[in-house]
């Protein structure tokens, strides 16, 4: 038994490298579950055969973040060059330090993450840390655990499934050594591809956090995490460049240490390269300065090393950077345009925003026609005026800022921004408070208001209420069809018809959509309230703990205040928004959401609804279900007394079948499973489909 399990482990690390280092996957998702499965149920029947290098255990137990631990030297930081005369300078030094002997130099990108360290010890994972101040780091372990790019083991002989040997090249000798080091410190950078920013900063809005300025403060703040599984939900992923120290081994070239790295399993930067002189250098800077938007992950500039061990040795170290080493940094974007107007935007929760109206302007590819500034402390701390000439900044930010107004460049004609004392939209006096810089327009009826909310409401992370954009949202709130989020659940078809640049299919799918949301789970929902302070994952917890919004509804403040995890801010928030919008609870329980019915079920597992369709049975979810999530769909079915699994065996009962099912489809065919296509679950969910 033991050796199926350790074969199955084998398998799976190799699928996983295939898959997440080597983006070559060679099979499909579902086998790749399969043989999940099959381990996780194999390592529970055999528990003495658990070990922590499995790939099941890449989500455990333990404190996330850990102490303060040294590195076993320090993690120093690179001198950095700025310009082409800079970088000449850097090898000048170089050269009088070797005495004129030929220099060999690696570039490889500068990639903008967060630096970490991983101690392997006999090819197991043993310890990760941050860079820290370079002296200490911070064990963040449990959570490096969680990136898939990172190996829980490394490849050590034979690489698994391949039967290639692992070639670890002695200097000089090349012959091949089918072992791995006893000890092995690398080094690299854990980042978030740059596209993925958008749904991290969803996850953390729905919160209610500020979202993340740009992916490399995304990378420090999911690795930091205290809970192992948010970092597990985010799309994190590293390129390790530098093999710290390895036992018993030395390499005589960075380029040497690098493949090697490769060998063990290690994922490092595709683009490296090695130049017999600095002109190399130079062209290799200019090539990836002229392709920066399209490296799909922030890269801030290259570093260039020497190429040769020794000669690094030789050239050694300042107390705080190598000598053999320096960043040549890639200019920030900038761009320079005028404020034409300033405007203020009013918030979901009331905040009023000052945001500045751009003449347009091209910057790092994208055309930018305002910004925000923040608020209005930031407005007059940085005395920004109506017709100031301002220096817009995207330096690896996705959300460009204004970096400096050049004051020299005022005419006189500037004006200063008054910060209104009234809602710029109901007209209602704002509300300045003592404890908090933001500004406030507290009328709950306020339309600016309510427009966002209802935006909310329809996110993806709350109700995910699709064709509900902000233009529908502001002709539905301008025509009085919509005051409320209940009052969405009361539109009819030939109303919506009659809005303009509404056709009657996409009248007929909103209005299918808005009805199929009333089938969320309660959690959504009670995202979808958007009340201050609470996101997705508190809801998650209140959810959990209260099993539905109408036991949340009646919590006291003092029962709240003494859970674990959402304190007196959430406690506050939480109660007040229930003794405010109880007649908003009562319409949308009149509506039918689902969430209010299911109190008694929902109570305890135990009591889960025995007379439903899916009570006691089996269902498995494929394909994409219009509306929808697979997750939420599962959710829907478990609270209905239902099991759902994740391959179709002998034993499912039913398979659900959205659009483009694949291979569990025809896996249910070939056993002859009953198949609901996506119409009729949503009917036997009691949601109308149509
Ligand atoms: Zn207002």
Redesign the pocket.
């Known amino acids: 038994m033991k050796t199926k399990i350790d074969k199955l482990r084998e398998l799976i690390r190799y699928h996983e490298r295939k898959y997440y280092i080597d983006a070559q996957p060679e099979i499909s998702d579902a086998s790749f579950d399969a043989f999940m499965r099959e381990l996780e149920e194999l390592e529970k029947a055999h528990p003495e055969f658990m070990s922590p290098d499995s790939p099941t255990q890449r989500v455990g137990g333990g404190a996330a973040l850990g102490s303060r631990m040294p590195h076993r030297n320090p993690m120093l930081s690179l001198d950095n060059s700025y310009d082409e005369a800079e970088l000449r300078e850097f090898a000048e030094r170089v050269g009088r330090g070797l005495g004129g002997a030929p220099v060999e130099y690696v570039t490889e990108l500068k990639i903008d993450g967060l630096g970490v360290s991983l101690l392997y010890e006999n090819g197991i994972l043993v310890r990760g840390t941050t860079r820290g101040d370079g002296e200490f780091g911070e064990d963040v372990t449990a959570n490096l655990r969680t990136i898939h790019a990172i190996p829980l083991r490394l490849v050590g002989g034979a690489a698994a499934g391949e039967g290639q040997a692992l070639a670890l090249r002695e200097p000089g000798k090349g012959g091949d050594i089918n072992d791995i080091p006893p000890v092995l410190e690398v080094r690299g950078e854990v980042f978030i591809p740059k596209h993925r920013l958008d749904v991290v900063n969803a996850q953390r809005e729905a919160a209610g956090e500020l979202p993340f300025a740009n992916p490399r403060n995304a990378a420090a703040g999911s690795v930091r995490m205290l809970d192992a599984s948010i970092t597990a939900s985010r799309p994190l992923d590293i390129f390790v460049y530098t093999l710290n120290y390895a036992e018993g081994f030395e390499f005589a070239k960075q380029t040497e240490a690098l493949e090697t790295m490769k060998t063990l399993g290690f994922k490092c930067n595709p683009h490296t390269e090695r130049h017999d002189s600095l002109e190399g250098v130079i062209a290799y800077y200019q090539r990836w300065l002229a392709k920066r938007e399209e490296i799909p992950y922030d890269v801030d500039g290259i570093v260039v090393k020497v190429n040769s061990i020794a000669q690094q040795e030789q050239l050694g170290a300042t107390s705080k950077q190598p000598r053999w080493a320096t960043s040549y940094k890639f200019p920030a974007h900038q761009a320079i345009t005028r404020i034409e107007k300033i405007g203020v935007q ?1 918030g979901r929760t009331g905040v009023l925003t000052p945001v500045a109206l751009l003449k347009p302007v091209k910057l790092a590819g994208a055309t930018i026609t305002n910004a925000t500034l923040h608020n209005e402390q930031e407005l007059s701390t940085k005395d920004v005026r109506i017709g100031d000439t301002v220096v817009l900044e995207r330096a690896g930010d996705v959300i460009p800022k204004i970096a400096a107004v050049l004051k020299e460049r005022r005419t006189g004609d500037e004006v200063v921004f008054n910060f209104p004392d009234q ?1 710029p ?2 007209g ?1 006096p704002v509300k300045r408070s003592e404890t908090e810089v933001a500004v406030r ?1 507290v ?1 709950a009826a ?1 339309v ?2 309510l427009k966002r909310r209802i935006a909310h409401w329809a996110s993806r992370d709350a109700l995910a209420i699709e064709g509900l954009g902000p233009a529908r949202i502001t002709q539905l709130v301008d025509t009085q069809m919509v005051c409320d989020v209940a009052d969405l659940y009361t539109l009819k078809e030939d109303e919506v018809c009659r809005l303009e640049r509404m056709g009657q299919a996409s009248a007929k799918s909103l209005i299918r959509q808005i009805e199929r949301s009333k089938a969320a789970p309660p959690e959504k929902v009670l995202i979808g309230f958007g009340i201050l302070h609470v996101g997705g994952h508190a809801a998650e917890q209140l959810i959990s703990h209260f099993s539905s919004i109408n036991a949340l509804s009646r919590a006291s403040l003092e029962e709240l205040e003494t859970l674990y995890k959402i304190g007196p801010r959430i406690a506050g928030t939480v109660v007040a928004f229930f003794a405010q919008n109880q007649p908003l609870l009562q319409k949308l329980k009149a509506i039918g959401f689902h969430c209010f019915e299911e109190t008694a079920a929902r109570r305890s597992d135990l009591l889960v609804a025995t007379d439903s369709f899916f009570s006691g049975k089996t269902f498995v979810v494929t394909g994409s279900l219009q509306g929808i999530t697979r997750a939420d769909a599962s959710a829907q079915i478990k609270a209905r007394g239902g099991k759902v699994t994740s391959s179709v065996t002998g034993k499912t009962d039913y398979l659900i079948a959205g659009e483009s099912p694949g291979s569990k489809y025809d896996k249910a065919r070939e056993l002859g499973t009953q198949i609901l296509a996506a119409d009729e679950f949503f009917e036997k969910l009691g949601v109308a489909a149509e």
């Open positions: 009013v809602c939209t109901c209602t327009c009328n306020c600016a208001q």
